[in-house]
């Protein structure tokens, strides 16, 4: 693994990535049999990073300072090839829109969007989902991510309300555009409540970029919307 001497960001190449995580794409496919094999993949990577780990808890225990670096290493490579863990060392901000791992953060992201249930069951982290979000809000994207990211926002509103779901306010603002109203507006006129009234809010606050997306902003548009109560 080679690492940026500024930010001391992992710098592989797609070729190394897709060494490690190429499996992951796996976890999105209409495929109930290849998403299972992947679920396979990824419960032996956790596996291997588990036993690396304990490893170096042992090593570091015993205080052997050569023997501990050793571990360490090891549990490092072992962490770089699972999910979340090889999300983890990323950069910040605008960086990550040439990152080569960048498209293993969509895969992340959409599986947690269109399979939340697998996603829950064999690598939830809360913490890594809005860091992720943020991240990818925060950065200037080309076309295919943007695409992308609207699919991923659109998916999210007509869905039941799921933890850190309400950063994607922050990607909608950073993609705003004819396309992403559009999606919204149509599932804004569709026949699910949660989705009329999720879709609705998006677009009244892309209308507003200057109101932060707080839970007293959301209960204020509820009430002012004549909506039912909102998510916990």
């Not at 419960?43 to 490893?55: M, S």
């Not at 990818?136 to 699919?151: G, N």
Request: hydrophobic content about 35%; overall charge positive; proline content about 6%.
């Amino acid at each position: 693994m080679k690492r940026d001497a500024g930010t001391d960001v992992s710098v592989d190449g797609a070729d190394v990535w897709h060494e490690r995580l190429g499996w992951a794409f796996g976890l999105i496919a209409s495929d109930p049999a290849e998403r299972a094999a992947a679920l396979v993949r990824l419960a032996d990577a956790e596996r291997n990073t588990q036993e690396a780990l304990e490893r170096y808890n042992r090593a570091w225990r015993r205080r052997y300072s050569l023997g501990r670096q050793a571990a360490h290493r090891n549990y490092l490579k072992a962490l770089r090839c699972s999910l979340p863990g090889g999300l983890l060392d990323r950069p910040a901000g605008p960086g990550i829109s040439t990152w080569p791992g960048l498209p293993y953060v969509l895969c992340f992201l959409e599986w947690e969007a269109r399979y939340p249930q697998e996603w829950t069951r064999y690598a939830k982290s809360w913490g890594t989902k809005e860091r992720l979000i943020r991240d990818m809000a925060a950065a200037h994207h080309d076309e295919t991510v943007r695409s992308k990211l609207v699919e991923l926002v659109e998916t999210v509103v007509q869905r039941p309300y799921r933890c850190k779901d309400r950063e994607y306010v922050r990607v909608a603002r950073a993609v705003d555009g004819e396309d992403l109203r559009g999606r919204l507006e149509r599932v804004a006129c569709s026949d699910n409540p949660w989705a009329r009234r999720h879709a609705g809010y998006v677009l009244w606050l892309l209308d507003r970029p200057e109101l932060p997306n707080t839970r007293h902003v959301w209960r204020t548009w509820l009430d002012r919307s004549r909506w039912a109560s909102p998510p916990r």
